[in-house]
């Protein structure tokens, strides 16, 4: 079968017999549908859309021409400065973990005011840390988070329970507790809890070999301790709240280099750090937690799935989706959150056989190294899977920037526009924004990325 040839938007333009700019006018408009873009960003657009356009502007001399409904929530949405530069985005419980290359909540609140209404339900099909869920409860929704690392489903669930004052209570009792321990420290004497000598405690820890390559003897001792005191908790909530803590300084007190750099260097934690780091984390974490129990309503809840969204999750139905998915070659999360994840009692290896956009998976040497293609194969399944769970007409926004494969670009919104195209999703709107400068996320070796696209794709 022969392909059909693709036309680009001048061609277009002279074929319906209007200046470009008009045509670009109506594109933007909606007035006539978006076409899908190759790998550069460029248009494409197929001899029938063409002839539907050239139909179009014919229909201005009285005739009839198909044409799609403008909606007045995506020219809101073109209105917005995306970029957001002095914005506060650690409100509420946003800030108990850190999480590399989340997005900044002020662009899922945005997306979900314009693009549903209450009561709906909002889903983030690479959920992260909860950004898209959290925003969603406090502008009273319900809410759908889906990731296959169970540290980022750990963090979600941590980050969007509302808690009872009596679990309020339990959380005071553990501050009095860790308060004990930090008072059984003796930094002067280098003698913490079992005369200065390594892994007696009896608290669980990962194996010794990782225990002595990233970690002070000290460090794991009292890590070890906490652990043991949030192992004793029956409340299961109060568990995952207390873990989240517990993994948020791990790579603080760690000897790995930071959240985006998986090398070891030599670090000042002293005896009663780590404790001291985790209570100071723990309280903020508290005082944030009652203010987010005051503001979510009981009717709006938040479901989290840690499963690989391959597999095609059995979920709810879902009213918008927002997400921001993994840039191909940008970051490696099993590796960068490899401690974490042996802290909290996960095998690292089994979220990396899945992990999409893997540095690691598009960097390799082998023959079965991933490419662009791999990237819009993913998203091909995917699409086939959320258009039985998206409802008619409604959303599902992407936002991502391009990638580096081999030194070249890759228009990543465009992938994925395309493998939505091929399941029956058009393209409604495409905005950009620049990246905070100072946001530390990619691996510099394959080029800074500094703006990122708001891809909008509607369900037909």
Not at 4 to 15: H, I, R
Not at 158 to 166: M, Q
Not at 184 to 205: A, H, T
Not at 226 to 236: A, G, Q
Request: proline share 5%.
């Amino acid at each position: 079968m022969q392909t059909q040839k693709k036309l680009s938007t001048q061609m277009v333009a002279d074929m319906a017999g209007v200046h470009k700019d008009t045509l670009l006018r109506w594109l933007r408009e909606g007035v006539v549908n978006e076409p899908a873009r190759d790998r550069r960003g460029w248009r494409e657009f197929a001899p029938s859309e063409a002839n539907k356009i050239v139909a179009y502007a014919r229909a201005g001399e009285g005739g009839v021409a198909e044409r799609v409904s403008p909606d007045p929530a995506i020219d809101s949405l073109r209105e917005i400065e995306w970029d957001f530069t002095s914005a506060k985005t650690t409100y509420l419980t946003h800030g108990i973990h850190p999480y590399p290359a989340k997005f900044i909540p002020q662009i899922p609140n945005a997306l979900i005011q314009e693009l549903s209404t209450v009561g709906d339900t909002i889903a983030d099909i690479f959920c992260g840390s909860g950004t898209t869920l959290l925003e969603a409860l406090q502008l009273k929704r319900n809410a759908v988070g889906i990731d296959a690392n169970p540290l980022a489903a750990l963090i979600s669930r941590a980050k969007t329970t509302a808690l009872s004052d009596a679990q309020f209570n339990l959380l005071s009792k553990h501050v009095t507790k860790c308060e004990s321990l930090l008072s059984e420290v003796r930094p002067s004497e280098g003698d913490l809890f079992y005369g200065g000598m390594p892994f007696l405690s009896d608290g669980p820890r990962p194996d010794r070999e990782i225990c002595e390559f990233w970690f002070l003897p000290h460090v794991v001792e009292e890590l070890a301790e906490l652990k043991k005191l949030i192992s004793r908790f029956r409340d299961p909530q109060i568990s995952e709240f207390c873990s989240a803590i517990l993994s948020s300084i791990i790579v603080k007190v760690s000897k790995q280099d930071s959240d985006t750099r998986y090398v070891r260097r030599e670090k000042s934690t002293g005896p009663g750090d780590v404790v001291q780091n985790y209570l100071s984390q723990l309280k903020s974490g508290i005082s944030a937690a009652r203010e987010l129990s005051d503001i979510l309503e009981d009717r709006f809840a938040c479901e989290v799935y840690c499963q690989n969204i391959l597999e095609t999750p059995e979920t709810k139905p879902f009213d918008l989706v927002v997400c921001s998915p993994p840039y191909p070659n940008a970051y490696s999360y099993h590796l960068y959150h490899r401690s974490r994840l042996l802290w909290l009692g996960h095998d690292p290896e089994e979220f990396k056989k899945v992990e999409i956009g893997s540095h690691r998976k598009y960097s390799s040497k082998g023959k079965n190294r991933a490419t662009e293609e791999t990237f819009q194969a993913e998203f091909t399944t995917i699409f086939r899977w959320l258009h039985g769970r998206l409802r008619d007409n409604k959303y599902a926004c992407f936002v991502i920037g391009d990638s580096t494969l081999a030194g070249e670009r890759i228009d990543n919104a465009s992938l994925i526009a395309e493998a939505g195209k091929a399941a029956g999703f058009r393209e409604a709107a495409r905005l950009e924004r620049v990246i905070n400068a100072h946001r530390k996320s990619f691996n510099p070796k394959i080029g800074k990325i500094k703006t990122e696209k708001i891809l909008i794709l509607q369900k037909a």
